[in-house]
């Protein structure tokens, strides 16, 4: 899961220590603003439920073409469901 973690002075920074391809939290609440559940969201996007249960939690990286069919799922950009820089 991505952290959010204070260094120094300034703001907090989200950490991103796997190195996630998709962001959990955006992940999430890009399929349940689409009101699809998980197991929706899985059949839709051709894995299981527990892949999209663990690519939310942060245990596991979405490929870039998983990305894409979410995306699509929930109507919006790759990018929406990536870190921000």
């Not at 973690?5 to 349940?32: A, I």
């Amino acid at each position: 899961m991505i952290k959010t973690v204070q260094r120094g002075k300034g703001p907090p920074e989200q950490e991103n220590p796997k190195n996630l391809s998709q962001d959990p939290v955006k992940l999430r609440r890009r399929r349940l603003a689409a009101g699809l559940s998980l197991t929706d969201a899985a059949r839709r996007a051709g894995c299981s439920k527990a892949h999209v249960s663990m690519l939310e939690k942060g245990e596991h990286g979405a490929s870039p073409q998983l990305l894409a069919r979410f995306a699509s799922l929930y109507g919006c950009e790759v990018a929406d469901l990536m870190p921000d820089e």
